[in-house]
């Protein structure tokens, strides 16, 4: 048996606490959410599509934050695939060594910029060009906010893809050129039918992340509770409502127990999210295995 | 094992060293840099006096008076009767002080001739049922409306006092301060909002509307004849003594505290001497 020592307690007792604290977590939101349909009824909550939480008397219906928000992630990860996907071929197949060096330290970098400055950019930078090109009536809509999104998604997208490029498996590769394929015909031809469960994992894993992101939505999605008909409307996703109205909401009052409702919404979404990316993965690593 | 030991108890230490200020003041982001001048201001002055100024909004600011946790809160609202009731469960009284008042102006764009509207027009705008502005004389284009977060105070005098219980267009656009207000409106022709007379100044790109032909000033703020004025407040926990009492009382309203009032934006509650 192995000695246990200090250290093995202290990580042992890390892990466990971050376990219970989760589940505290779980525990929270729902013991914040539920007083509210003693007030308001799940129906209204779930498909109202009026939210006017300081009327009275309030409204509280989170259809069209929902749907602002499913439209915001859709879009943004419609972008992003295609993005990271190019860039990914492009950094394992096409560049010379050194310059994929320089674009993989250019990727982490890119990784590493905030989700605040992103927003920033939008917000100062890319609203006005948008009203000006377009003459809209307002640059901050679906389009800005799922833009923002993509760059901030394609790096983990993007180094994922190449993370399973790079380990696809060599017999096949061989047995391709063997046949005198091409690079690119290995890419279309092997690759990419090769690894359809982990290109649907990582679209999970980065709907997952656009998801519950909160910044970048909050300052540049424009924030009108409507259901939005083009890219060009404004919206108001999930995340942005808790985040603008957190502050200033009463403890105990209904206004505070929607939010929390929101909260567990996105948890439980994104939740979903993530389980599904996860299984795809796990079923694809076994199926490789047992080949 | 001793390093770790080491490192936890600086950490403690530093942690606690948190509740070594004198005065905490919490609350508000409008009444946030009243707050914060002031402050310095007392602690220049007092060079043994620690304040902590914290800006997260009315409602936790009144909060954390409810729990304890702050010595002033900071509110651009009155407390609402369910607030008041808790504090009376806790068994003390809010004891509110106006240190200030704010005025609120319709805004737009210099480059937009409307000048001048009504409360009544301004309702229908903000409504959705008045959509272009060749309806209130000016040039035809659509009307983009821009509102403060459904929890600010602002955007509650503004319900109070222009909408009186109509609903805000769904269509508004919805932003978190006022300098994002001023930025939305200095960028774009067509919209209008709303934000507090201290950030008029903040930009020359954009103009204040007069409501029916009275100006968003001071004068006509502390008169009691424009109809978009509010007062600031602190609130204590009871009728405020020692260190509260001094900070507020004997030097935020001292014509130096209101000084300092005029000077961040705000309109003091009595006319200052020149």
Do not use: C
């Amino acid at each position: 048996m192995r000695k246990i020592n200090a250290v093995d307690t202290i990580l042992w007792s890390s892990g466990w606490i971050s376990n219970v604290i989760i589940i505290a977590i779980i525990f929270f939101l729902f013991y914040n959410w539920m007083p509210l349909f003693r007030m308001v009824s799940p129906i209204e909550f779930f498909f109202g599509t009026k939210w006017y939480p300081t009327v009275v008397p309030p409204l509280y219906g989170t259809l069209p934050l929902l749907v602002a928000t499913i439209e915001i992630s859709l879009f943004s990860l419609i972008l992003t695939f295609p993005i990271s996907l190019v860039v990914t071929i492009f950094m394992t197949f096409v560049a010379p060594k050194k310059i994929r060096y320089l674009l993989k330290v250019f990727l982490e970098f890119f990784s590493s910029i905030p989700s605040v400055v992103l927003g920033l950019i939008g917000l100062s930078i890319l609203s006005s060009y948008l009203q000006n090109v377009f003459n809209l009536d307002t640059g901050l809509n679906i389009f800005n906010a799922s833009l923002m999104l993509t760059f901030l998604t394609i790096p983990m997208a993007a180094s994922m893809m190449e993370d399973f490029i790079v380990s696809f498996p060599i017999e096949q590769v061989e047995g391709a050129q063997a046949l005198g394929a091409t690079n690119m015909e290995i890419l279309w031809k092997v690759m990419i039918p090769g690894l359809k469960g982990p290109f649907a994992s990582i679209a999970m894993l980065s709907m997952g992340r656009i998801f519950g992101e909160t910044m970048i939505v909050l300052m540049v999605a424009g924030n009108a509770a409507i259901f939005p008909l083009s890219v060009f409307d404004p919206a108001k996703p999930l995340s942005a409502t808790i985040a603008a109205e957190m502050g200033e909401t009463a403890v105990g009052t209904s206004h505070f127990y929607a939010l929390f409702g929101i909260g567990a919404i996105i948890f439980f979404i994104t939740l979903v999210i993530n389980i599904i990316g996860e299984w795809v993965r796990i079923r694809y690593e076994r199926e490789m295995r047992r080949s | 094992m001793k390093r770790f030991l080491v490192v936890f108890f600086f950490s403690l230490g530093l942690s606690l060293s948190v509740f070594a200020f004198n005065l905490v003041i919490t609350g508000s982001t409008t009444v946030l840099p009243i707050a914060q001048q002031w402050a310095q201001a007392y602690m220049a002055q007092h060079p043994e006096i620690r304040i902590s100024v914290v800006g997260n909004g009315s409602g936790n600011g009144i909060k954390a008076l409810l729990d304890g946790l702050t010595n002033i809160a900071d509110s651009s609202r009155w407390m609402k009767n369910s607030e008041i009731r808790l504090a009376e469960s806790r068994g003390f009284f809010p004891f509110p002080i106006v240190v200030a008042y704010d005025a609120i102006a319709p805004v737009v764009n210099v480059n937009n001739p409307v000048r001048n509207l009504s409360l009544e027009q301004l309702k229908g705008i903000y409504e959705g049922k008045i959509t272009r502005w060749s309806q209130v004389g000016g040039p035809d284009m659509p009307i983009v409306v821009v509102q403060r977060d459904n929890s600010s105070g602002t955007h509650e005098v503004w319900e109070e006092k222009v909408m009186k219980g109509a609903l805000v267009t769904a269509r508004a656009l919805t932003v978190a301060s006022n300098a994002e207000v001023v930025r939305m409106i200095s960028q774009n022709k067509k919209v209008i909002g709303y934000v507090g007379i201290g950030y008029m100044e903040s930009s020359t790109m954009i103009a204040d509307v007069a409501i029916s032909g009275i100006k968003a000033t001071i004068a006509a703020a502390r008169a009691g004849k424009y109809p978009l004025a509010r007062p600031l407040f602190m609130i204590t926990r009871g009728i405020p003594n020692g260190e509260v009492s001094k900070f507020i009382i004997n030097f935020g309203l001292s014509p130096a505290g209101q000084e300092i009032v005029k000077k961040v934006g705000f309109i003091p509650i009595y006319r200052l001497k020149k």
